[in-house]
């Protein structure tokens, strides 16, 4: 894809920048060709101004925009100028004024490559530049697509060879008729000149696209596609139920060993409790043997000192 050169042509061409149109209009000599003393910007009917939108670039041969001419490019509405003029900024910080047909939403209501199903051969497309300093959107048609997810396109609005662009960058072209978006019919050919704009041919509303081009084998392969993934959602289901069958055996399973363990610790802790018991009893009777040694020595003791008295007695009744 063309890129833009550095430095960058301006982007004014012969359209009116905004400084000169204000300086015109003060001296009454506007270029929009009314007579002087009559130039008065006529009313926003459209009621777009301070909205963001894009402005179409038709295909010229002036040098200073032939590097932008085919795409669409983001601009804010400044201020209605003269007849079916506006006054736009551009991104770059450039102003202009644009015909108000050449004007369209800045919205659409399709990502790039988002689309729901596959581009044809003959499909009008518009082409992300991939840039986020200066985005536009070149319009282009499709004239081949690649198994890798590819597409090779044309530019019949702009002087450069085909591309291959991939579909992330590729969504189809939609212009906005009144209230509702269309896609343009596919297989249009024209002369060289005679068309200008996408705006200038033939659209048609999305369901019938099916009418302009195959979409049995795309319909086909959409449906393969959702049956495998259905499919795999449901071994999915399956693999997290056998999963959590697993995970809930083992989960048995450990509470049963669990339980057991805890079982053979009550029992431990109940046998330490009847050894604890039995020492206690046994320490109990050993001191109570103790006891009773120590008493039997004590009367045994009183015994022999009772008989030492009795000894001693008939010695004292002697000497007196």
């Known amino acids: 894809m063309r890129q833009k050169s550095t430095p960058k042509p301006s982007r004014n061409g012969s359209e009116d920048s905004l400084e000169q149109h204000t300086e015109e209009l003060r001296q009454g000599r506007s270029r929009a060709g009314a007579k002087r003393g ?33 795409a669409w490019w983001p601009v804010r509405v400044m201020a209605k100028g ?15 004024s644009v015909l108000a047909v050449h004007l369209s939403p800045y919205e659409v209501p399709m990502d790039f490559g988002k689309e729901a199903l596959p581009l044809q051969v003959t499909e009008f497309c518009e082409v992300f530049n991939g840039s986020s300093t200066d985005p536009c959107a070149w319009a282009a048609c499709v004239s081949k697509s690649l198994r890798n997810g590819e597409y090779t396109v044309r530019y ?34 024209w002369r ?7 705006m200038e041919l033939e659209t048609i509303d999305e369901e019938e696209l099916g009418v302009y081009v195959d979409l049995s084998r795309v319909l086909q392969q959409t449906h393969e596609a959702v049956g495998k993934a259905v499919k795999e959602g449901k071994d999915d289901k399956v693999d997290n139920k056998d999963k959590e069958s697993k995970g809930d055996k083992a989960d048995n399973k450990d509470n049963e060993k669990g339980k057991e363990d805890k079982a053979d610790k009550d029992q431990e802790s109940k046998g330490d409790k009847a050894d604890n018991k039995d020492k206690e009893s046994q320490g109990g009777e050993d001191k109570k043997g103790e006891g009773n040694k120590a008493e039997e020595s004590k009367g045994d003791k009183d015994k022999e000192e009772d008989a030492n008295a009795k000894a001693e007695a008939p010695n004292k009744k002697s000497k007196q």
């Open 156 to 189: 019949p609005f702009h002087d450069t060879e085909p591309e291959k662009i991939p579909a992330s960058r590729i969504r189809r072209l939609r212009v906005l008729e009144g209230d509702t978006w269309k896609l343009l019919r596919p297989n249009q050919h």
């Open 82 to 96: 003269p007849g079916p003029r506006y006054m736009v900024k551009y991104d770059n910080g450039e102003t202009g």
């Open 192 to 198: 060289g000149g005679e068309v200008t704009s996408p």
């Open 38 to 70: 009559r130039d008065t910007p006529a009313e926003d009917v459209l009621g777009i101004v301070g909205c963001k939108m894009r402005v179409w670039w038709c295909p010229t041969e002036e040098e200073s925009k032939t590097d932008y001419s085919g």
